[in-house]
């Protein structure tokens, strides 16, 4: 089956460490992004990434790093610079170029807990 | 400054009824705009695209229509279900933007009353 798997589930943090969410894909798609959910709120972009070996900024990327030394792996860490990181974690994919007008598959998320 | 508003308010309607949510956005040039469905807990499930110069798009039982001179995209169920229960997102890709990076609105919950 292709898809997208996040792992852990769910995460529990303690102040003060960093910890970091793994995110897979094997749809053989060059973009990968995680996004951040708040409760009862959208999707905030973290960090994107459209080929291996580089990675941009989104909006909201303070106190977040990632790496992209793979095709099919985007390792989202959260670090202890991060104020409020308690939230849902989101991360997807999509196939590049002009005309593909790159729907995002999405994997089931990580549920973030510091507690 | 740039928003993307959808009503944050839930829309309870009886099954077989329409549902109609609306997705509004300021000071954007989409260049074309998607749909996403999200059940609790899970991750967003696309359903459709509409690109600017398309006024309709269906699927199903689903319709979007975008209208870039209100600056506004309706989306429609049809015939609803309780099985249509969840939270609807609409996501802004713009002209040429770098990664064909989504800006999501904040979703509207739709329940479905049997």
């Known amino acids: 089956d292709g898809g997208i798997t996040q792992s852990p589930k769910y995460l529990f943090r303690k102040e003060g460490q960093n910890v970091t969410l793994s995110c897979e894909q094997n749809l053989n798609h060059d973009a990968m992004y995680w996004y951040r959910q708040d409760p009862g709120q959208g999707l905030r972009l973290i960090y994107y990434s459209q080929i291996v070996n580089d990675f941009q900024k989104g909006d909201i990327a303070e106190g977040y790093s990632v790496s992209r030394e793979k095709k099919e792996s985007f390792p989202l860490t959260v670090t202890s610079a991060q104020k409020n990181p308690t939230a849902f974690y989101l991360c997807?994919?999509?196939?590049?170029?002009?005309?593909?007008?790159?729907?995002?598959?999405f994997g089931p998320g990580t549920r973030l807990t510091v507690l | 400054s740039q928003k993307i508003e959808q009503n944050s308010e839930a829309l309870n309607i009886q099954e077989g009824k329409t549902a109609t949510l609306t997705c509004n956005y300021t000071n954007y040039s989409p260049a074309y705009l998607q749909w996403y469905r999200q059940d609790p807990g899970r991750g967003p499930v696309f359903l459709l695209l509409i690109r600017e110069n398309e006024k309709e798009k269906r699927k199903e039982r689903l319709k979007v229509t975008f209208d870039t001179t209100l600056k506004q995209s309706l989306f429609h169920i049809t015939a609803s279900q309780p099985a249509d229960s969840a939270t609807y997102l609409c996501?802004?890709?713009?002209?040429?933007?770098?990664?064909?990076?989504?800006?999501f609105g904040g979703g509207t919950r739709v329940l479905v009353k049997p």
């Open positions: 997807a994919s999509s196939r590049q170029g002009s005309f593909s007008y790159n729907e995002q598959f």
């Open positions: 996501a802004l890709v713009l002209l040429r933007a770098a990664g064909n990076k989504l800006t």
